[in-house]
């Protein structure tokens, strides 16, 4: 069964300040892809960056990297020069196949991201 | 382009009464999902639909949820009789596909339902 962990609850930095959001996950899929998306208060649900199992490249978008280390199961998320508008919530999410031939998101618990005028 | 749209935004009943959700996908897209969150959670994929066709409903408590995406466009999601764990955010989403061979399958989300159940 995949499994995704976030073992942050919150974290609060400065503005400006670069953010690294932690993501560990577990799979014994050969195939699989890695999501983040961002929850502001108003509930929904904002993807901002994908990295596929077999992407060698490290993806980024605009501010958001993602740095994915693939022998240690980690996927974890860099916001380079913060802004007030980044206070969220960040989910981690895999995309793998199951036994019902299609594929499942998988969330993680999620951290709460704030950021100091 | 119009994004997923979900009705009501804030649902507040009582234990044991029934309660439906309505969503609408982005036009042209085959997979729906609908994901129940709890607070201080991810969201949990209870039912995946692709067309008018269930995919995997394997973790939707079958006893008192239902859903349904007659044509294969708008889908419902009933709670019949809801309990007090139900309290929840029941989110909704859709895709182009839900098969592994398109690399960014994205999932767009609603804004999703907040139920409080008393």
């Known amino acids: 069964a995949q499994k995704i962990t976030q073992t942050q609850p919150g974290m609060f930095v400065q503005e400006k300040e670069a953010v690294t959001l932690d993501c560990t996950y577990d799979?014994?899929?050969?195939?699989?892809?890695l999501f983040w998306y961002k929850q502001p208060s108003s509930g929904e649900m904002i993807f901002l960056i994908y990295?596929?199992?077999?992407?060698?490249q490290n993806a980024t978008e605009g501010r958001y990297s993602l740095n994915f280390q693939k022998a240690r199961k980690s996927a974890n998320l860099v916001i380079s020069a913060s802004q007030l508008g980044d206070s969220a919530m960040y989910f981690c999410a895999m995309r793998a196949p199951t036994n019902f031939g299609n594929e499942k998101l998988t969330f993680g618990t999620g951290t709460r991201l704030t950021i100091i005028p | 382009e119009a994004g997923v749209a979900q009705s009501p935004r804030y649902k507040i009943i009582e234990k044991r009464q029934s309660v439906a959700f309505w969503c609408n996908p982005i036009s042209g897209h085959a997979t729906l999902y609908w994901y129940q969150q709890i607070l201080g959670q991810g969201p949990k994929l209870l039912i995946q639909?692709?067309?008018?066709?269930?995919?995997?409903d394997s973790q939707l408590p079958k006893d008192r949820f239902s859903a349904e995406r007659l044509k294969g466009v708008d889908s419902t999601l009933k709670i019949q009789p809801a309990k007090l764990e139900d309290s929840a955010v029941y989110l909704c989403?859709?895709?182009?596909?839900?098969?592994?061979?398109?690399?960014?399958?994205?999932?767009?989300f609603g804004p999703g339902t907040r139920l409080t159940v008393l």
């Open positions: 639909f692709q067309n008018n066709g269930v995919v995997d």
């Open positions: 799979t014994s899929d050969q195939s699989y892809g």
């Open positions: 989403a859709s895709s182009l596909v839900g098969t592994m061979t398109s690399v960014y399958n994205e999932q767009f």
């Open positions: 990295q596929g199992s077999y992407d060698e």
